[in-house]
């Protein structure tokens, strides 16, 4: 069983920037590909990025490609994601995900989800 738990939600204003962080438990944290989902009110949960188990290779959704960057640190069991210029439409309740045998693209290839942090764009 693996637990993941979010951390640093909140609320900015446009432009500004915002650092999510994962912290993984229940094993080995080099085991299993890292990625982000979000779920803005009354849409789907949408792929946002993600990290292969090393780190060697990140994916990103078109729509944050440039602004938003992956990172993990699998001493400290924990992946990251910096988002930066910030948009009223990044909005949205941030899931980590882990894939054991899969990169976490869709949510079918998920196998473990955290419980979600808010971040909140005003314009």
């Known amino acids: 069983q693996v637990q993941l738990v979010e951390s640093g939600g909140g609320l900015v204003q446009a432009g500004g920037s915002l650092r999510l962080w994962c912290a993984a438990s229940?094993?080995?944290?080099?085991?299993?590909?890292m990625g982000w989902f979000r779920q803005a009110p009354g849409r789907e949960r949408e792929f946002v990025t993600a990290?292969?188990?090393?780190?060697?290779?990140?994916y990103y959704a078109d729509s944050v490609k440039g602004r938003f960057t992956i990172s993990r640190d699998n001493a400290q069991n924990t992946v990251y994601l910096q988002m930066n210029n910030l948009q009223p439409e990044d909005t949205a309740v941030y899931y980590c995900?882990?894939?054991?045998?899969?990169?976490?693209?869709?949510?079918?290839?998920?196998?473990?989800w955290g419980k979600g942090t808010l971040v909140t764009v005003s314009s």
């Open positions: 995900a882990a894939g054991i045998t899969r990169v976490p693209k869709t949510p079918d290839t998920v196998d473990y």
């Open positions: 229940g094993r080995t944290f080099g085991s299993y590909a």
């Open positions: 990290v292969t188990w090393a780190g060697a290779t990140t």
